[in-house]
């Protein structure tokens, strides 16, 4: 290894630590996803059942097994918990950083890859996203890395095998962690490029048949596996799930268009505005066009197809915070070496984005300030809502401090725009960076408990009991993780002593919503009512 190459990728590696790694778990699980895929986890460890993930110990077909594994890894050295459902995307976004600094040098020099890293761990989601326990972050690493590869197969016409080859282990991995539309996604990528530069240079036969045959064989393996045990149901199950993703609109995840484009925008911020400065064509700046061409064309597959999909979710955008953060590391490295200006419209785009999250991250870290007026009867029709502002929440004040950080960032990028592009930037991009970990240090663990605080709060504490505990009127994988049911009571278990009453030395609990409590009351008359707290209504059945 080069003497030169490894004190930036220790500095990379120490500082990506320091940026995901701590207080990951300072904050509860978050409903749905989070859970989910942390108790698909749990269950694995429970039941020593690792080839299929399971939930309620029943078959879960809507996720492959990769990430589980993965956190099931993470589980077995930190027990199970927040910071080790977590921890996987910490590493995987060490990685990632790692990956951007070494294809930023290789494609240009050493000050574009830290450009890269610099923007990336600056923009809001893109770092958020390795401090949650959701699958994307691995599935989009795999993806990007996939493509990659396929933009080296073209790279002055050399069309080596090695690429293919890593193309499709990286493609067989994302299968392996989300499912085939990373085939989808890569495939389209691949096709649109070969369509734009008139098939030059496309890939030869036998590398498109080695490049399906890898990816089929490694993300097949699960597939494969479960059809020899005789899962065929758990297959036909789990493609079907796909298309209805694609065809129809899952409850409460419904959206315009055009969401997509907005969550970009704001939540990608200060990268976002950006970007938007190389989003054309250009010539002698320095960088290969063909992997400028890959990335433009990526982010458009992937925001245009999730557009396309009926079901609205902010992280089915987040394969796009790869060749978006190109792009404004591609513009911010222009702009670093006074090759271009920033136009006074960006500017103003910067400035007004910064303002809208800077508001947002002081609005919820007031939330104390704003009780008063916000319970005024009248002022919030929802029951729930009102109920949940009753939390009782101890704010220290200090919170405020990633709002106003976030504020201070954009004055002083405002400031330096004038005369100095390059201090402007690296301003904003530095306070950007501190902010948003300090958003989600401070703020999160205190605004968590307004929205399920005191839901978990009541499975944690049946988890010391032998009980089966359960929610009424509303969807949650949180009673499953929390009150750590154990594999006895799968769900046609459960199921059975809730309905026809046998293990009566079992108890059985129930969490519903204050808004229909009355309903539930009326048409449970054995529930018991143990007390309400937060917009949560509390049960035990009686039998």
């Not at 097994?65 to 995987?92: D, H, T, Y």
């Not at 890269?116 to 989009?140: C, E, H, M, R, T």
């Not at 197809?305 to 009926?310: P, Y």
């Amino acid at each position: 290894m080069n003497s030169r190459k490894l004190p930036a990728e220790i500095l990379i590696i120490i500082g990506a630590l320091i940026l995901f790694v701590p207080f990951l778990g300072a904050t509860h699980l978050f409903d749905w996803d989070e859970v989910n895929f942390a108790e698909a986890s749990r269950e694995m460890l429970a039941t020593h059942n690792y080839s299929i993930p399971q939930i309620e110990f029943q078959p879960f077909w809507e996720k492959p097994p990769l990430f589980f594994w993965l956190q099931v890894v993470s589980m077995k050295i930190f027990g199970v918990n927040e910071f080790a459902s977590r921890f996987p995307n910490a590493v995987c976004g060490i990685l990632t950083l790692l990956v951007l600094f070494r294809i930023g040098k290789r494609q240009l020099n050493e000050t574009f890859g830290w450009i890269w890293v610099f923007v990336y761990a600056g923009s809001l989601l893109p770092q958020f996203y390795f401090k949650s326990g959701i699958i994307d972050p691995w599935f989009n690493l795999f993806i990007f890395l996939s493509i990659y590869q396929l933009s080296l197969y073209t790279w002055q016409g050399e069309r080596l095998a090695r690429h293919v080859i890593w193309a499709g282990l990286f493609a067989g991995f994302a299968v392996m962690t989300k499912g085939p539309v990373a085939l989808l996604v890569i495939g389209l990528t691949y096709f649109i490029y070969a369509i734009t530069n008139r098939f030059r240079l496309f890939m030869k036969f036998q590398h498109i048949l080695l490049f399906i045959l890898l990816s089929l064989l490694v993300g097949g393996i699960w597939f494969l596996a479960l059809l020899l045990n005789g899962q065929q149901h758990v297959i036909v199950d789990f493609f079907n799930y796909q298309i209805k993703l694609f065809s129809t609109e899952d409850a409460g995840h419904g959206g315009p268009f055009f969401y997509h484009f907005i969550i970009l925008l704001i939540g990608c911020f200060p990268a976002a505005a950006l970007s938007i400065l190389s989003m054309r064509k250009i010539k002698n700046a320095g960088m290969p066009l063909h992997l400028h061409k890959f990335m433009l064309i990526l982010f458009w597959v992937v925001l245009i197809l999730f557009s396309i999909v009926k079901t609205k979710i902010v992280h089915y955008s987040s394969l796009c915070y790869y060749p978006l953060t190109f792009l404004a590391a591609f513009s911010f490295y222009l702009i670093w070496k006074n090759i271009w200006q920033i136009p006074v419209w960006n500017k103003w785009l910067q400035f007004v984005t910064g303002l809208l999250l800077a508001i947002a991250i002081l609005a919820a870290a007031s939330i104390e300030q704003w009780k008063s007026i916000l319970l005024v009867p009248g002022r919030i029709d929802d029951a729930f809502a009102r109920a949940n502002l009753m939390a009782n929440v101890h704010w220290s004040g200090w919170e405020k401090l990633p709002g106003v950080l976030f504020f201070v960032g954009i004055i002083v990028f405002i400031i330096y725009a004038r005369k100095n592009n390059r201090k402007a930037l690296t301003w904003l991009f530095a306070c950007s960076m501190i902010a948003i970990n300090g958003t989600i240090i401070l703020i999160t663990p205190k605004v968590e408990p307004y929205s399920q605080g005191a839901m978990i709060e009541f499975f944690q504490n049946k988890a010391k009991e032998n009980a089966i505990v359960e929610t009424i009127r509303f969807k949650s994988y949180a009673n499953l993780f929390y009150a750590k049911r154990p594999p006895e009571f799968s769900k046609p278990v459960a199921d059975s002593l809730i309905h026809f009453g046998v293990r009566p030395e079992v108890p059985i609990y129930y969490a519903g919503k204050i808004q229909n409590a009355e309903e539930n009351e009326k048409e449970n008359p054995k529930l018991q009512r143990l007390y309400e707290k937060n917009g949560f209504v509390f049960y035990k059945l009686n039998r």
